[in-house]
């Protein structure tokens, strides 16, 4: 690297002295016996030659800074080592991969509710606005839209490596961590109490809307009851009784005819075997049940993620911040540093 381990002689007066008042600044991070020694060691030579200038000097200072402490590893105890290997670099890496994750999620969940609203079932009719396709589209909707606005400041934040972003991020994800908390919970809670109000809701639509000569009635929720008892295979809201003797052809066991057989008015001939035996009501409410669950477990498993990163954007402010306060510390050492050693020379040529 150098001959003789002479490094000083290759350089002029002016890049010797620059390079030496890098190493005062450089030596205030370094263990005691680096900080009794005039000149830089030769390892550090080459380093301190090529970065003299005042920005180089904070990063000089940084780069060994961090080295000496990888260095000391071993007499660390486990929160310092993962504060040390925890870096800006890694912080910023794991948050960006944090929000690109985050942003596909809000997509999907948009992308459901959008979904919902165009291509709502035909038998949405039967249950109350709570339990249909609108609301439910809006909530995805609503909830896509706010975790992609999350994951945009969040973003933000870290390529700006702006504490206000950081900060509002922060209270985003908390706000967006406790509405899905308290939507999962309220999904396992109240799951018996809304299929009892699917119950009512089914009886209350079951005779006269489907025989009704209404336009919405007759058009909306027949097509409602027929989608409902065929894709179920379910008939009535208890039971193929609820029908009184109009039992609708929706409700006939396929099985139970030729492929080309008609079914019309098989609901009024007198076997009930060729029913179906099962009630709406159940069927739909384990459907409903099913789904509820699986979305009450979604919204935990996506709370304990938002937890994993507020925690990592958390380290981001705190390492923002210390990175902050560190480089207006060394601008300060290297102003006073320079502004001594212009004096001493000064001097010098008087």
């Not at 949405?124 to 706010?146: I, V």
């Not at 911040?321 to 510390?329: I, L, T």
Request: aromatic share 14%.
């Amino acid at each position: 690297m150098h001959e003789g381990n002479k490094p000083s002689q290759r350089l002029d007066k002016k890049e010797s002295g620059k390079r030496l008042i890098v190493w005062r600044v450089v030596r205030n991070v370094l263990p005691p016996t680096f900080k009794r020694t005039q000149r830089p060691p030769v390892f550090m030579e080459k380093y301190i030659t090529l970065n003299y200038s005042t920005s180089s000097q904070v990063f000089v200072l940084e780069m060994f800074d961090m080295y000496y402490k990888f260095q000391q590893m071993p007499k660390l105890n486990l929160i310092r080592w993962f504060e040390v290997r925890c870096t800006s670099a890694f912080i910023r890496s794991f948050l960006y991969c944090f929000n690109i994750v985050t942003w596909i999620l809000g997509l999907v969940s948009l992308g459901i509710g959008i979904w919902l609203y165009t291509e709502r079932t035909d038998y949405s009719d039967l249950t109350s606005h709570a339990f249909g396709a609108y609301s439910a589209s809006a909530l995805f909707g609503a909830a896509g839209a706010t975790i992609i606005i999350v994951g945009f400041v969040g973003c933000c934040g870290v390529w700006a490596e702006n504490r206000s972003f950081i900060i509002l991020y922060m209270i985003l994800v908390v706000l967006l961590f406790i509405i899905e908390l308290t939507a999962a919970v309220l999904a396992f809670i109240y799951k018996s109490e809304m299929t009892e109000i699917i119950r009512l809701e089914l009886r209350n639509h079951l005779l006269a809307p489907y025989v009704s000569e209404h336009a919405r009635d007759s058009k909306g929720l027949r097509i409602s009851w027929d989608t409902l008892q065929s894709k179920f295979k379910c008939c009535g809201a208890e039971s193929y009784k609820d029908w009184a003797g109009k039992v609708p052809e929706s409700c006939c066991d396929p099985s139970f005819f030729h492929e080309n057989g008609s079914m019309i008015n098989c609901g009024r001939i007198n076997k009930p075997n060729i029913l179906f035996q099962k009630g709406c009501y159940e069927a739909f409410s384990d459907w409903l049940l099913e789904h509820m669950q699986l979305v009450g477990a979604m919204g935990i498993f996506l709370a304990c993620i938002q937890v994993f990163g507020l925690l990592v954007s958390a380290l981001l402010y705190v390492d923002i911040f210390k990175r902050e306060r560190n480089r207006g510390k060394n601008y300060q050492l290297c102003s006073r540093t320079e502004t001594a050693s212009r004096n001493q020379r000064n001097t010098s040529y008087n």
